[in-house]
């Protein structure tokens, strides 16, 4: 028995199913008793501030009774005994009887009893609780009657009775009749003339103690814990299909993350919520969307280095096993041939390494206080003379005063940023055809911003390829056909990592001159 126990505990602790419905019931167990308790409290207060105030209304009758027919019984000097049992029942609803009960068995005993006594009790019993005829002379029920006047007790009976809760006091609150002094009691006075003749004592109730009353409370409580059972039953009906739903959900997810980490990168999750959980499952898509690609990217990524890698190695290769079969002569032109392949695979490991180095933020940065635009003309001078050997048209221009855009200094690391104005003049000089040409403008925004544009003539390049142009390696087909182009695709991805890494945005798009324009966003931090 306890090694069952303990595996349903564990069980539970392990299989979150059932902390979900124990969860649910138990906050479903909480707010119910809570609620049903409230409940219970407010009910019984209701109640019980309803039957006072039922009395309330009968006192206020009695009230105006009393002070329509008083005067009169306290100076005929009648018993109170004649009348005030009348006065009491007039008070009761229409329809109502109060003080008496259907006849019995023993009714008729009672009548016997009472004449072989030769008294009038069952005669004065039956009277007194007539209904009190408002205009009937109160001593013409009683003639034949003798009352003891000293005797002021209530008749004996349940104490949570209305009458037994009244009393009459004189003016100066002497008792005439009915219940003694409480501490809760309620004292109307009764005015004749604008003069206070008497008081009328009531006692509310205190707590419910009418059998009826107790009896419907009872009932009450009864149904509050039938519709509790109910709703816990209901509760738990619900609450295992929703968290098997729930479970079988969190299960999918669990399977689509293990298929991603076992590189099964093509799992989507069906997304038929639209819910939180729904929300996680798009984002579960996306991570494997992009992991995917990644996993393409790198995949192309070491096709192409090995490519590039691959020709140089393969040329070299070819001449040195040429010169050694005696094919080749060891000439100049070879050597030259063999130097210009080692220059070309030198340039290409470097440029793979700096970009790895920019990829993981290892790539070192000697800021310093220096005008991006000065740097730049220095840049223009330093290729002019090749735009002119190529016959290509060459300049940098000035869109306002060229001296406040040389006055914006930034920090910036200067042999970086000439690296990058560089690679951009060279990738235009590369790939514009000749009898084109290459214009540099600058732009000043304000004054914490500067704009620089390389703007190119043909050829140009579809909106696919300038969406592409700053991942690794890549190089349109047009570029792969030119004469003389020994580029590897890399130079553009170190120039956009070289601008994120001084707070500057690079972005290619369309240029007016039929070729591509590369614009460079230049913001001094404030």
């Known amino acids: 028995m306890d090694a069952m126990i303990r595996s349903l505990i564990l069980a539970i602790q392990n299989h979150i199913r059932f902390r979900a419905i124990l969860m649910i019931v138990a906050t479903t167990l909480v707010g119910s008793i809570t609620l049903i308790m409230l409940t219970k409290i407010t009910m019984k207060e209701g109640f019980l501030r309803y039957v006072n105030s039922e009395e309330q209304a009968r006192v206020e009758k009695l009230t105006v009774q009393l002070e329509k027919y008083l005067p009169a019984y306290l100076e005929s000097g009648s018993n109170p005994y004649n009348w005030w049992p009348r006065l009491v029942n007039s008070t009761l609803p229409e329809g109502a009887e109060h003080w008496q009960r259907p006849e019995s068995p023993l009714s008729s005993n009672f009548k016997e009893h009472s004449a072989l006594r030769g008294d009038n009790l069952y005669h004065y019993t039956m009277m007194s609780m007539r209904p009190f005829m408002p205009g009937r002379e109160s001593e013409s029920y009683f003639a034949n009657v003798s009352f003891d006047t000293d005797y002021h007790r209530p008749p004996r009976g349940d104490s949570s009775a209305f009458e037994h809760r009244?009393?009459?006091?004189?003016?100066?609150?002497?008792?005439?009749?009915?219940?003694?002094?409480?501490?809760?009691?309620?004292?109307?006075?009764?005015?004749?003339?604008?003069?206070?003749?008497?008081?009328?004592?009531?006692?509310?109730?205190?707590?419910?103690?009418?059998?009826?009353?107790?009896?419907?409370?009872?009932?009450?409580?009864?149904?509050?814990?039938?519709?509790?059972?109910?709703?816990?039953?209901?509760?738990?009906?619900?609450?295992?299909?929703?968290?098997?739903?729930?479970?079988?959900?969190?299960?999918?997810?669990?399977?689509?993350?293990?298929?991603?980490?076992?590189?099964?990168?093509?799992?989507?999750?069906?997304?038929?919520?639209?819910?939180?959980?729904?929300?996680?499952?798009?984002?579960?898509?996306?991570?494997?969307?992009?992991?995917?690609?990644?996993?393409?990217?790198?995949?192309?990524?070491?096709?192409?280095?090995?490519?590039?890698?691959?020709?140089?190695?393969?040329?070299?290769?070819?001449?040195?096993?040429?010169?050694?079969?005696?094919?080749?002569?060891?000439?100049?032109?070879?050597?030259?041939?063999?130097?210009?392949?080692?220059?070309?695979?030198?340039?290409?490991?470097?440029?793979?390494?700096?970009?790895?180095?920019?990829?993981?933020?290892?790539?070192?940065?000697?800021?310093?206080?220096?005008?991006?635009?000065?740097?730049?003309?220095?840049?223009?001078?330093?290729?002019?003379?090749?735009?002119?050997?190529?016959?290509?048209?060459?300049?940098?221009?000035?869109?306002?005063?060229a001296e406040s855009m040389r006055n914006l200094l930034i920090d910036l690391d200067q042999n970086r940023i000439q690296q990058l104005f560089s690679n951009l003049i060279k990738n235009s000089l590369k790939y514009t055809d000749s009898g084109g040409g290459l214009d540099i403008r600058a732009q000043m925004i304000g004054e914490h911003k500067l704009i620089i544009s390389f703007s190119d003539s043909a050829p140009g390049l579809s909106d696919s390829e300038l969406s592409q142009i700053f991942e690794r390696l890549y190089r349109t087909d047009r570029s792969r056909t030119r004469q003389n182009n020994n580029g590897a695709g890399l130079g553009l991805a170190i120039c956009n990592n070289i601008a994120d890494a001084h707070g500057m945005t690079l972005s290619a798009e369309h240029s007016s001159m039929g070729g591509v324009c590369m614009k460079l966003v230049i913001r001094k931090e404030v």
């Open 166 to 401: 009244l009393m009459l006091l004189d003016g100066d609150k002497n008792h005439i009749i009915g219940a003694h002094h409480h501490p809760n009691e309620i004292l109307y006075p009764i005015y004749s003339n604008n003069k206070v003749i008497a008081y009328l004592g009531h006692t509310p109730h205190q707590k419910l103690l009418e059998a009826t009353e107790v009896q419907f409370v009872q009932d009450f409580n009864g149904s509050l814990l039938w519709i509790w059972v109910i709703s816990c039953g209901v509760t738990l009906a619900m609450a295992y299909p929703w968290a098997h739903g729930l479970i079988k959900t969190i299960e999918s997810f669990n399977s689509s993350v293990r298929q991603l980490t076992l590189g099964t990168y093509k799992t989507r999750l069906p997304i038929k919520r639209r819910d939180e959980l729904g929300h996680l499952a798009c984002d579960i898509n996306h991570l494997a969307k992009v992991l995917e690609q990644n996993e393409k990217a790198r995949q192309q990524w070491i096709a192409d280095i090995s490519h590039e890698l691959r020709n140089p190695l393969a040329i070299m290769q070819a001449e040195v096993e040429a010169v050694q079969d005696g094919v080749r002569e060891n000439s100049d032109a070879t050597i030259k041939s063999l130097h210009y392949n080692v220059i070309h695979l030198s340039h290409l490991v470097n440029d793979l390494y700096e970009l790895s180095l920019s990829d993981i933020g290892a790539l070192s940065y000697n800021k310093i206080k220096a005008s991006p635009l000065s740097m730049l003309e220095q840049s223009v001078e330093l290729y002019r003379d090749a735009f002119e050997e190529k016959q290509l048209t060459f300049g940098l221009y000035y869109e306002g005063e």
